[in-house]
């Protein structure tokens, strides 16, 4: 990670979230803003490795500043950083795209051992929200049936994926196209009901894909 986003109109809570970011990642360059506007103005300039962003901000939704970091550069990690924990913020925010969601009620040194799970393609969840989404699905997610049953080429793609590889190292992994594995991800997306790689890596847990074959 070399360059970060940081979201959060709160001037202490902004600082305690740089401090977080530069222990997780100690060589990595901040910019600081505190609303959509200066958010959006900043992704103009400079597209971050890493955005932490809170949802409630005084001109809109951080959900906004997502969706534009994820339309220009959907390898970026975005990790919702918010007070707000209710089944509708957290599905809200990973169909947006999140790679992750962190809750602030959490110590400093929690929040960056999750943030340096990132690195080992872990996504950055607080224990209570993955509690809660592994709810939400248990209840509303659909079941991998024989109408949606991933192939074992899907299956494959949806294990690399879900380690946190990006589709060209899939495809290296796998001898194919990039391309090729882009289309994959798409018919899995659409077979799970899914939108995001947080999601992706949760139902590869579930289905046992989420370690190599053979471990």
Same mark, same amino acid.
Request: one cysteine or more.
């Given at each position: 990670?070399?360059?970060?986003?940081?979201?959060?109109?709160?001037?202490?809570?902004?600082?305690?979230?740089?401090?977080?970011?530069?222990?997780?990642?100690?060589?990595?360059?901040?910019?600081?803003?505190?609303?959509?506007?200066?958010?959006?103005?900043?992704?103009?300039?400079?597209?971050?490795?890493?955005?932490?962003?809170?949802?409630?901000?005084?001109?809109?939704?951080?959900?906004?500043?997502?969706?534009?970091?994820?339309?220009?550069?959907?390898?970026?990690?975005?990790?919702?950083?918010?007070?707000?924990?209710?089944?509708?913020?957290?599905?809200?925010?990973?169909?947006?795209?999140?790679?992750?969601?962190?809750?602030?009620?959490?110590?400093? &040194?929690?929040?960056?051992?999750? !943030?340096?799970? #990132? *690195?080992? @393609?872990?996504?950055?969840?607080?224990? +209570?929200?993955?509690?809660?989404?592994?709810?939400?699905?248990?209840?509303?997610?659909?079941?991998?049936?024989?109408?949606?049953?991933?192939? &074992?080429?899907?299956?494959?793609? !949806?294990?690399? #994926? *879900?380690? @946190?590889?990006?589709?060209?190292?899939? +495809?290296?992994?796998?001898?194919?196209?990039?391309?090729?594995?882009?289309?994959?991800?798409?018919?899995?997306?659409?077979?799970?009901?899914?939108?995001?790689?947080?999601?992706?890596?949760?139902?590869?847990?579930?289905?046992?894909?989420?370690?190599?074959?053979?471990?």
């Amino acid at each position: 990670m070399k360059q970060a986003l940081i979201l959060e109109d709160v001037q202490e809570t902004r600082a305690w979230l740089c401090d977080i970011a530069r222990q997780a990642f100690p060589d990595i360059a901040l910019t600081e803003v505190a609303t959509v506007a200066t958010a959006n103005l900043a992704l103009d300039r400079q597209v971050p490795d890493l955005a932490l962003i809170d949802l409630g901000l005084p001109d809109g939704s951080g959900l906004e500043v997502l969706r534009k970091l994820k339309s220009v550069s959907p390898q970026s990690i975005a990790v919702v950083t918010t007070i707000m924990g209710d089944d509708v913020s957290v599905v809200s925010a990973l169909s947006a795209g999140a790679d992750g969601y962190l809750q602030k009620d959490q110590t400093l &040194e929690q929040m960056v051992a999750q !943030l340096r799970q #990132i *690195s080992h @393609g872990i996504p950055a969840l607080s224990p +209570a929200i993955a509690r809660r989404i592994m709810g939400h699905f248990s209840r509303t997610g659909p079941a991998v049936n024989d109408e949606g049953k991933l192939t &074992e080429r899907e299956s494959d793609v !949806l294990a690399l #994926i *879900s380690r @946190g590889l990006r589709n060209a190292e899939v +495809a290296a992994e796998l001898g194919l196209a990039e391309s090729t594995v882009a289309g994959y991800i798409k018919t899995i997306y659409r077979k799970l009901g899914i939108s995001s790689r947080a999601e992706a890596a949760w139902h590869a847990t579930r289905m046992g894909l989420s370690q190599p074959r053979g471990t």
